[in-house]
C-alpha cells in the first residue's frame, strides 16, 4: 500500500505545485509545460488502481510507474535542453506563430486570444533557486522514481505487495 501511495502522492503533489504556480503566482505555461503534466496525471490513477488491487496486478500496476517516472525525466530534459538552446522544441506551438498573407483583419483574427509563453523562456518557481520548473520537474521525477524502486525492492524482500 505504501508504494501505492506515493505514487498517487506524488501525481497530485506534482499536478498541485503546477496548478499553483499557473492559477496562484499567474505564471503561463508552455507547450512543453503542459506535457510535462501528462506523466503525473497517469501516476495519480496508477497509485489510485494499485490502492484498489491485490498481489501480483498491484505489483504490475506499481511497475507501470517507473517507465512513467522515466518519461518525465525525459521531457523534463528536453524542456531544460530548449530553455539552454541546445536544440529547438519539438512542439510546433512553441514557435513563433507565421502569418500568410491576407489581409491585416485576417492576420489579427488569427493570433491567439492569449499569447503563448516560448519553451526557451524558463520559469523560476523562485528567484534565489537557479533551477527553472523543467530541471525541478525531472529532480522531483528522478527522487520519486528512486522511492519507487526502493518501495518495490522493500515489498519484494519483505514478501508484501
Do not use: N
Not at 530534459?77 to 498573407?101: D, I, K, N, T, Y
Amino acid at each position: 500500500m505504501g508504494a501505492a501511495l506515493v505514487l498517487a502522492a506524488s501525481g497530485a503533489i506534482a499536478l498541485g505545485i503546477a496548478a499553483w504556480a499557473e492559477y496562484g503566482l499567474g505564471m503561463a505555461p508552455c507547450g512543453l509545460c503542459l506535457w510535462e503534466r501528462w506523466p503525473y496525471r497517469v501516476l495519480l490513477g496508477l497509485g489510485v488502481i494499485a490502492a484498489l488491487v491485490r498481489g501480483r496486478l498491484r505489483q504490475a500496476v506499481l511497475w507501470l510507474g517507473v517507465p512513467v517516472l522515466l518519461a518525465a525525466i525525459g521531457l523534463s530534459l528536453v524542456h531544460v535542453g530548449v530553455e539552454q538552446g541546445w536544440w529547438p522544441s519539438p512542439l510546433p506551438e512553441c514557435q513563433a506563430p507565421v502569418f500568410h498573407g491576407g489581409t491585416f483583419a485576417e492576420r489579427l483574427a488569427a493570433m491567439p486570444l492569449r499569447p503563448a509563453k516560448p519553451c526557451d523562456a524558463p520559469a523560476y518557481l523562485a528567484g534565489a533557486l537557479p533551477l527553472s520548473m523543467a530541471a525541478l520537474d525531472g529532480l522531483y521525477a528522478g527522487v520519486v522514481l528512486v522511492v519507487i524502486m526502493f518501495c518495490l525492492a522493500l515489498g519484494r524482500r519483505t514478501g508484501r505487495r
